[in-house]
């Protein structure tokens, strides 16, 4: 009897020091691996991917490799179309919009995915909490999104913007408060789907402490769903975001912020179009990317959601 | 089935007064004193203290709540600061330009999205799916008040075939439907697809085979059918983002329905017309989240016979 | 006594493509016939092909990967392999059925039971509505379920596993069909109810004088039901007997080893012996005889030549190289 109970703690310690610790690391080390290969087989996704890092990258290097000052006047050259000088055209100032679109990207770029970070911190403690404690925790979490969401899509946002007042500032609060409650949702859903895993029930029974057993244990098996939820919802924040713009409620009218200039450009479509549609072809594009890297990497790491 | 309505509506309540309490909190969110935030900048100190009076600002919050849902219930929602009129009158006139504007997209788009989803499944790896995914992702993708603008410059500006705005006759329907339609129809092809593709891995439809069905008939009856009752579960959140939808929508075509109130509103701070109107969201939103939930006990016989 | 054959499988080889190009056989080369009036035993591991076997049969690989790329099924004089969709389509349901693993989820969860049995009965009969839900009221007493009229208005869920088995089962005898595929009928089921199933089987193919391919992996199940069996492994034909010769004079060393993993009441035998090792991969087969990785009387002929189906007596084959050399 007491001879089993020996080996039973034989088998646990080594469950805890190798498994967890030794045995995770490797493992993923040969997921990563294999994730890569499997996901270069995804040909649109490559691509979408690249046109990311490409975005991301001229959000960093933009501005200073733009060919004009985002605010240089050029009064020969007014609401004039695509031409050698100014590829993009010109808007009403003479301003150069490829240049405004290269100086406006670290704008755009730089609130969508700030406040998709925040949101999705926030999001993802709450998911965990309630996804592992339930009881109070969850009914307040839960319920909590239940009310946020009935404030559909960017309706929430802009709720939020009409409490705070327009500005980059709150336009960032409020896609990031917009972002919270998917993220609760996902990754409460996630916790409950690792909570059951039996790894999870022997650390439990091993006497971990609630905080290891959630960040060690827990959390590296929801973050699947953590990184799949967050690009896609990087392409949604960038639509809120040049949403509230466009309606006025963000960035200043000055500002090169994408939306913002097809919000200015709207007064001159039947003279000067290309004011609308290269601004929009880059949000397009920027949020296409965004969502195919998105759907690429959710079908490479679960295949069952298709 | 009359237990599944009744505890769906039971689960509606308590919602409904949180959306409620939210609702009446946001003048209270906004940073600074809600009397002078009410009565505007250059109110007179006597004004704001009038004002504050009249409001009952002084009672205890949980007075002034109560106060609050009592007249909402009796259909006062307060007078708008423009305008000076009741704001309910004001969401009234407005109102059915709104759903004049949902129904527009309603009618074609989730009909349009299934088709392409079932479509895309029943081709699945050939041309036909690869095309319908990628006019889906890029329709998910594209912002909406870009379609609107490039959709007026051409069919309006250009073409001269459609209105540019306003509301008067069908013809100034077909572009906000557009625009509204876009993103549901999306989403609708995206999961309508996946939802067909696990359904025809059923082993029912392998037994409608087995029972010498013709394939049109095995699709549709035993596959489409089945798959349709998950496809519902998705659409209340849709018309969701078709009320949100509204308000870049309204704001495009100069439609003067509930979603430009709205903007107009915020751009005035009139905070009591804002109020009224994201209460009336949120409550229509939850009403049709409850009909679609009814509708899917209605479809689902496990539900309907429990 | 010379019989009548039902069907005749010749050749039959079933593909899985990955791609295009690449592929992995499942079914090789399957040969064997069915008599009318007999119940054929097909056992095997999951994996070895049986089920494929009998989708390929039913011409119901569509939705797989799967594709027959040689031989012939003759049910009746008709090559199914070549026949039109139409003319399959025709067969499928009337001529032959066939029943499956999961009852609960091979009907359909939103049509109530009558809509599915008139559907199937009016496929392939002139019947009016009335007359095929008289039919449909008819088979399900045939089936013994107790309350056909309270049955026939429910849906599936309303069901348990046995009563929805009783239910397909009725569904593939509605048309009289001269051959009834059975894959795995029982195995989803609890054991007091899988011993009614397989009663009401026997029962019901005798009464019609059809004929039965039973798939299983349990010899239990192949000793009650069947006349003949056909084991299968890594997707050939490894041995076919009677099955009082199969039980007696197991030939195959798989065979023998299956045998031997079957508890038996009584033996005093407390450790089962098992076979070594799984299934080999279909895209990795080893060379020479499939099952020589496994087989402790393996030489290294066995490893490096692939040995036939020989002809070791009347109505018994083996694919064993000792077999051959006895």
New interface residues.
Partial sequence: MSNTQNEQAKINTSFEENYIDENIKVSTDGKVKAFVKKFAKRK?AVVAFFVMVALLILALVGPSLAPYEANAFDYDNILSGPSAKHWFGTDQFGRDILSRIMAGAPLTLGVALSSVIVGAAIGTVLGLLSGYYGGWIEMLVM?GA??L???????LA??I????GPGIINVFIAVAVFTVPSFARIMRSATLAVKGCLYVEVARSLGCKDGRILFKHIFPGTIQSLIVNFTMRI?SAI?AA??LS????GANVADPEW?AM?SL??SY??TA?HM??LP??V??VT??AF??FG?GLRDTLDPK?? | MGRYVARRLLETI??MI??SI?VFM?IH???GDPAKTLAGVEASLEEVEALREELGLKDPLIVQYFNWVKNALSGDLGRSFKSNLPVTELIWSRFQFTIRLVFAGLVWAPFAGIFIGVMCAIKRGTWVDLGGM?FA??G???????LG??G??FFS?KLGWLPSGGLESWKHLILPSMVMGTGIMATLARYS??SM?ETLREDYVRTARAKGQREQIVMFRHAFMNSLIQVVTILG?QI??L???S??TE??FSIPGMGRL??D???YRDYPT?QGI?LI??LQ??LINLIVDVLYGVINPKIRYD | MPQEVLLEVKDLRTEFFSSKTSSVTAVANVSFNINKGEILGLVGESGCGKSVTSLSVMQLLKDTPGKITNGEIILDGVDLVKASNEEVRKIRGGKMSMIFQEPMSALNPSMRIDKQMIETIRLHSDMTKEQALAHAAEMLKKVGIPDPPRVLKNYPHQLSGGMSQRVMIAMAMSNDPKLLIADEPTTALDVTIQAQILDLMKKIQKEEQSSILLITHDLGVVAEMCSRVIVMYAGKIVEEAPVETLFGNPSHPYTQGLIASVPKLGSGVKVLPSIPGSVPDLAAMPEGCRFAPRCKYATDKCRKENPELFQIGENHKCRCWLVQDK
Avoid at chain 1, 149 to 155: A, M, N, R, V, Y
Avoid at chain 1, 161 to 164: N, S
Wanted: glycine share 10%; proline share 5%.
């Fill in positions: 649109t319920r239940d009310v969401f009935s404030f559909p899509d960017i309706l802009i709720a913007v009409a409490a705070l392409g639509m040049s949403s466009f309606l006025g409620f939306g097809l450009g709207r479509l039947s179009p609308v549609y929009g072809l949000i397009f949020v296409l969502n195919l759907d959601i298709k | 308590p919602l949180i959306i939210v946001f969110l906004i940073p990628l992702i890029c998910l993708s594209a912002p909406g008040f870009w603008l490039m007026i410059q500006v697809r996946s593709l959140l969701g983002g009320l949100s939808g308000v870049l704001t495009i709205l903007t509103s915020i751009a804002i994201l969201f949120a939103y939850v």
